[in-house]
């Protein structure tokens, strides 16, 4: 089955600076590729997701690449802010899977002022 | 517009006791659903999903099952807890023909 791999595990920076936050899959035929931010106790909540056919994507301070070939793809976040710190996992799915979703392991952002 | 229901939203459980977790669905129809678990400071894992009622698709044998009795009910269930259950439970939905998955609240449980 699928693999995502994510790293760094923990990533702290001081307020302003970038963030990069990368996650590597192991299934070619993967072709969905999310990003969730989970806040202390809560819910995880898609902050933004990219889909095979794109090499790139914006939102405002937020980014997501991919490069297919070397089946990798990162979250960039620029500007950081102290609301930025809290957990933020990669996922894929695709191929035949129903939209199930294979999550790494996460990554605790932590922004200090 | 959809919105996404669990409860109860925490529990604590002993050992060897039963356990019934309930999601719905509002304002949708015919979702994809998913049960997932996120062990304190781990990933989620996908226990289970389901595309249409009575359909069901486990992804990690334990003692844990799942259910979908109407459109927009997913319920999980265990006859025994374990120690091992103990986590978070989310569950998520997601239109057909779309990709995005949606999480509800989540239910905590401690099983002691």
Do not use: M
């Not at chain 1, 702290?12 to 993967?30: H, L, N, P, R």
């Not at chain 1, 809290?86 to 952002?109: H, N, P, R």
């Not at chain 2, 304190?40 to 992804?59: D, K, N």
């Amino acid at each position: 089955g699928e693999n995502v791999e994510q790293h760094p595990s923990t990533l702290s920076v001081q307020e302003g600076d970038s963030a990069v936050i990368k996650c590597t899959y192991s299934d070619s035929a993967s072709n969905y590729f999310p990003w969730y931010k989970q806040e202390l106790g809560k819910r995880p909540q898609l902050i933004i997701d990219i889909r095979s056919n794109v090499g790139e994507k914006k939102d405002q301070r937020i980014a997501v690449t991919l490069n297919k070939t070397a089946k990798h793809f990162s979250l960039h976040i620029t500007e950081t802010q102290p609301e930025d710190s809290a957990v933020y996992f990669c996922a894929s799915a695709g191929g035949t899977s129903y939209g199930k979703l294979t999550f790494g392991q996460g990554t605790i952002l932590t922004v200090h002022p | 517009s959809q919105t996404i229901h669990q409860w109860p939203a925490t529990l604590v459980q002993p050992v060897g006791s039963p356990l019934s977790l309930e999601c719905t669905v509002e304002g949708t129809s015919n979702p994809n659903l998913y049960w997932y678990r996120q062990a304190a400071g781990r990933g989620l894992q996908l226990l289970f999903y389901s595309v249409g009622i009575g359909q069901i698709s486990s992804e990690v044998p334990q003692n844990l099952s799942a259910s979908r009795p109407q459109d927009r009910q997913f319920i999980l269930s265990s006859k025994k807890l374990l120690l091992s259950d103990s986590g978070f439970y989310l569950c998520a939905w997601r239109s057909w023909g779309t990709d995005t998955q949606y999480f509800g609240p989540g239910t905590r449980l401690t099983v002691l």
